[in-house]
């Protein structure tokens, strides 16, 4: 739902898409922070443009508007707002509140464009899983980071003589020049850790793998790319290589996977437990807003449980155990994607953001020279 379709964009900026009422019910009470008129109090809230943006409109803007009687303005678009943020006047932002991922999210952080949020303000957030809670991110306040897509293995049933289970089951023989995998190497570089953790049998590894033996999974990766016959710039585009059997298999985002499973019931998609990874998304606060208070009270709705199984019936995680658990006993499909047990929940590992972030340049270079083979001549 809020993953990234950017084939343009290959360098840096790929690491650099109870009720309501009770649970806010505590945060209902008065609200500090000036307006952009005299009126109606007014949020600008930045979201994902698409299924993000709607899915805001629909479960999340009418209840907190007749809650707060404040106004929310949705601003959607992708790889935009950072670039709007840094332009904004001085306690002026753009957003009072907006969503981004963990590949704009670090560097703002370190810019200093987002505010210390007050956890006080924040009692849903608390209700986070604590794998999710132990990401410097929130403990040293500066978002609120939570999974959202999932790496899945996405195949099409009747082109494949056995269905796969593991991420090894990308190098048969017969696949060679007939895996999709995404072009961006925040998500396909990790796909290749776990082919080559897998085929050593040692599934569970794929983490530590790209941590501590980057060099090496650099040169699997370029040692395999005859595998792969489609680098998929968007899902919608792998999303048909798949129907149309040309590129039976693959890498995929979950929340486009879910649509796609409930659409055609030749297409299956299995994400193996022992090395699943997550995009990491976040909630932040622009510095300077008037509207914090606001913005705060804004966030702790989002992780209510009406909005997290609102997001969650349209295709994301959630980190919080309770809804977790009852979207897994309401859709086998969703459950058969995401962890909703608590030891699943405590299990849950983002992609290595950290790493992208300190090799960004050299794995950027890599990937395009040597694994995408686009080097100049």
Known sequence: ???????????????????LL??????????????????????????YAGAHEETMRQVFV?????????????????????????????????FDLMITDATQGIPAIRAGLFQTLDATKLPNVQRLAESVKQSWIWKERHAVPYPDAVMTLA????????????????LRPELRGRVGLYDAYYMS?????CMMVSEANRPGTAQQAIRTQ???????????????????????????????????????QSPEMLQLLAANPELGAVVPA???????????????TPNADL??????????????????????????????????????????????????LAAIQVYPYDLYAEHGEEISTFWDREVLRKAAS
């Not at 195949?155 to 990308?170: I, K």
Request: proline fraction near 6%; glycine fraction near 6%; include cysteine.
């Open 62 to 94: 009418p209840a907190f508007e007749a809650a707060t009687g404040a106004e929310v303005i949705l601003d959607a678009g992708w790889w935009d707002a950072i670039a709007k943020l840094k332009t904004s006047p001085k306690n002026q932002p753009a």
């Open 22 to 47: 009770t649970l806010a019910a505590p945060m209902l009470g008065t609200l500090s922070g000036c307006s952009r008129d005299r009126g109606k109090r007014q949020l600008r809230i930045f979201v």
């Open 295 to 344: 913005a705060h009270q804004a966030i702790d709705w989002l992780f209510a449980d009406s909005v997290q199984r609102g997001l969650a019936e349209r295709g994301s995680a959630t980190a919080i155990l309770p809804v977790a658990q009852a979207m897994a006993s309401a859709d086998p499909r969703w459950a058969s994607l995401y962890p909703s047990t608590e030891e699943g």
């Open 214 to 252: 980057l060099d090496e999974v650099l040169r699997y990766a370029k040692t395999h790319r005859d595998q792969v016959g489609y680098w998929w710039p968007t899902t919608s585009a792998f999303a048909s290589q798949l129907a149309q059997k040309q590129y039976p298999i693959g890498n995929m």
């Open 155 to 170: 195949y099409h049933r009747p082109s494949l003589p056995t269905e796969p289970t593991r991420w090894a089951d990308l």
């Open 274 to 288: 022992e090395d699943r990874a997550f995009v990491q998304v976040m909630w932040a606060i622009p510095d300077g």
């Open 1 to 19: 739902m809020m993953t990234h379709d950017h084939s343009t964009i290959r360098n840096r900026r790929r690491f650099l898409a109870g009720s």
């Open 189 to 193: 570089l990790y796909t290749f850790a």
